[in-house]
């Protein structure tokens, strides 16, 4: 985490500033104030995971960071919509991996932080308007493709 904040802290602080105080444009001598907000972020999915401080793999229990669904039953639910993961959600992991940290009981942490795949809280958790659960594009390569995809297929292919 320390390392993200430092390598994109600027990026960060320069998008809060700005969605607080907007950006004043001059075109043709008229000046206008446009307000900035970040609409998604995007990038592959251990990219992705890193910068939203999550687990770089699916091997945490809750792995996807839209639903609630387990490694233990996303394949016997793969056809379903499953639960949306929401705001709160990560808000409530979050705050108890914190104090976990706090207390320093490193083993406590360790479980908790698999069992939510949340390692600490996305750099953008604190922009206004942005919504970690909703507001991150999934990548089609790692989670499709490499993914649940090749189960489909499997299953396609022997009928199950």
Not at 24 to 47: M, R
Not at 126 to 149: A, K
């Amino acid at each position: 985490m320390v390392f993200l904040l430092h390598l994109n802290g600027d990026f960060v602080n320069s998008l809060q500033k700005m969605v607080k105080d907007g950006v004043d444009v001059v075109i043709s001598g008229t000046s206008k104030v446009y307000q900035v907000v970040l609409f998604f972020t995007l990038g592959d999915y251990p990219a992705q995971q890193a910068l939203h401080g999550r687990k770089e793999s699916v091997s945490a229990l809750k792995f996807c960071p839209c639903c609630n669904v387990t490694n233990d039953d996303y394949k016997d639910n793969i056809d379903q919509l499953p639960a949306h993961y929401t705001n709160l959600d990560y808000e409530q992991a979050c705050k108890f991996i914190e104090e976990c940290v706090k207390n320093g009981d490193e083993n406590t942490t360790a479980i908790w932080r698999k069992f939510y795949g949340i390692n600490n809280r996305s750099i953008f958790a604190e922009l206004p308007n942005f919504d970690v659960t909703l507001q991150v594009l999934l990548d089609p390569m790692h989670i499709l493709l490499q993914g649940s995809y090749k189960f489909l297929r499997c299953n396609l292919i022997l009928g199950l």
